[in-house]
């Protein structure tokens, strides 16, 4: 059975705020319209679906932050007192209205002049990824290849620059990976090997990006170390301070990251 994708669209939840408190809501103007309807807070609490006390706390705190009451308790009558809006909550019930009216044509001029908010949501997935590592790539996968065990897997990173993993055939199915998928290659800073003038060098790791150093931060026992490597793309590497010394890195200068194949961790949205 296939689900129908859904398009993406564009949301927000409108609030004011007062003395760095939430002020008014959409929630809290349906509170106070079914107040307005009802005439009794007990009654509107649970239209709305909250407890009385929570409707009073919030009443409470409304009146405490708006120039005037927006809410009061009655005396009297058949039903021994109730609640009602004043002409101030009344108002800005109405003028809430009017400003969510604006604020969904905002949404909507927005979704016009943004087109495909589909590729938006998947940037904002993209940044928003929590992983340990420090360096995190999106790219395409241009190449596998299968072996008895594991496969070799080429992804293309924006500008062009490729990074091999190695990883078992079991996980290049389970991911459902294959050319042209995007995937991310996700390696830990501390797996990052720094060199110099590496460009014609014969070494065993798959991996070897070049750049030019653009920071070091220096720690306690170790330095860590940016590398841009083309096309907007950086890759940190953490070393001991004698290895950056012994190798004379500054920023600015000429440095090559390498890693293993087998130090890279492949991953899809």
């Given amino acids: 059975m296939e689900c129908e994708k859904r398009a993406v669209e564009l949301a927000g939840n409108l609030w004011f705020h007062k003395a760095d408190r939430k002020f008014l809501g959409a929630d809290r103007i349906t509170l106070l319209d079914k107040i307005d309807q009802f005439g009794s807070i007990t009654k509107a609490a649970k239209a709305v679906g909250i407890s009385y006390k929570t409707a009073w706390d919030v009443v409470n705190l409304m009146n ?16 021994g007192g109730g609640t009602r809006l004043t002409a101030d909550g009344k108002e800005v019930i109405n003028k809430f209205r009017i400003i969510q009216e604006e604020h969904r044509k905002f949404l909507d001029n927005l979704t016009e002049r943004l087109g495909d908010a589909d590729s938006l949501y998947l940037f904002l997935r993209r940044i928003s990824m929590k992983v340990s590592a420090r360096n995190v790539f999106l790219g395409t996968i241009t190449g ?65 990006m070049c750049g030019t150093i653009t920071k070091i931060i220096e720690g306690p026992v170790n330095a860590e170390i940016d590398v841009e490597i083309g096309a907007g793309n950086t890759i940190s590497a953490v070393i001991t301070h004698e290895s950056a010394r012994s190798l004379g890195l500054k920023e600015g200068g000429h440095a090559c990251a390498l890693f293993k194949a087998s130090s890279v961790i492949l991953g899809v949205s």
């Fill in 64 to 79: 405490n932050l708006a120039d005037r009451p927006l809410v009061e308790r009655t005396t009297g009558g058949k039903g």
């Fill in 144 to 208: 596998i290849i299968k072996g008895a065990v594991n496969a070799e897997v080429t992804l293309g990173l924006k500008g062009g620059t490729p990074v091999v993993a190695t990883v078992t055939n079991n996980s290049v199915d389970s991911l459902g990976l294959a050319v042209g998928k995007e995937a991310y290659a996700i390696i830990k800073a501390s797996a990052v090997i720094i060199g110099t003038d590496l460009h014609d060098a014969k070494v065993s790791a798959r991996n070897i």
